[in-house]
């Protein structure tokens, strides 16, 4: 099956576009955009993918599944478009980023992030308008689980950053000799301050990044 996605990832996921589940999951979310509204828009589905190809990523931060906001999901975890006010999730990772490193980020788009090598990974990757959650377990967990175990066999040295306990489940697909977990609670308003909140990803992830050779994240 034929898949527009950023070729160093379609060469490495080329045996999940054969398997049963994604033909199945593939109907599934035709169907959803030819009858609902639905998000992201279909152009930017696999944008985490095509904006940081499978040799550049350095951190991964993942999600669960897009903001079901019409309007809000644009392809990348957490990430909302210029225009559009922050989710509280965002305002509360800016926050967390302003008591790490001192940077007062604005800009809701993450783009930034994403070309310098952070995988903004939504473990699901679409979702109908409104309704979250809509589009869990119908495939998604199964194609991006395999994104997450080919970075952790065939890369070294990244930095995945999980918050909250469905993230921090996905630990059983990254080998923690060779690469660094950072994992807290969700930036949630519900559990940001249960210890999100003073956990320095960011300062962590680049003194990782540094201390291994590689150019940090300019988060700012």
Aim: glycine letters at 6%.
């Amino acid at each position: 099956m034929s898949v527009r996605i950023e070729a160093s990832w379609k060469a490495r996921l080329e045996q999940e576009f054969e398997q049963p589940y994604w033909e199945s999951l593939t109907s599934f979310v035709r169907a959803e955009y030819a009858a609902y509204q639905c998000c992201p828009a279909g152009k930017n589905i696999f944008r985490a993918f095509d904006l940081t190809p499978f040799d550049d990523v350095k951190v991964v931060i993942l999600g669960q599944d897009p903001y079901h906001t019409p309007g809000a999901a644009m392809g990348f975890c957490f990430s909302v478009p210029e225009g559009n006010r922050p989710q509280p999730s965002l305002q509360n990772i800016f926050q967390e980023l302003h008591n790490d490193l001192g940077i007062d980020h604005r800009q809701t788009d993450l783009t930034d992030w994403a070309q310098q090598g952070v995988f903004l990974l939504n473990s699901v990757l679409t979702v109908r308008a409104r309704e979250a959650g809509s589009h869990a377990q119908k495939g998604w967990e199964t194609f991006t689980d395999s994104a997450i175990r080919h970075l952790s066999e065939q890369r070294e040295r990244l930095v995945f950053i999980l918050w909250g306990s469905y993230a921090i489940s996905k630990k059983a697909f990254i080998d923690g000799r060779k690469h660094l977990v950072i994992t807290s609670p969700h930036p949630s308003p519900f559990s940001a301050h249960k210890g999100f909140f003073g956990s320095k990803p960011f300062s962590r992830a680049n003194d990782y990044l540094t201390a291994n050779g590689q150019t940090p994240i300019q988060w700012a």
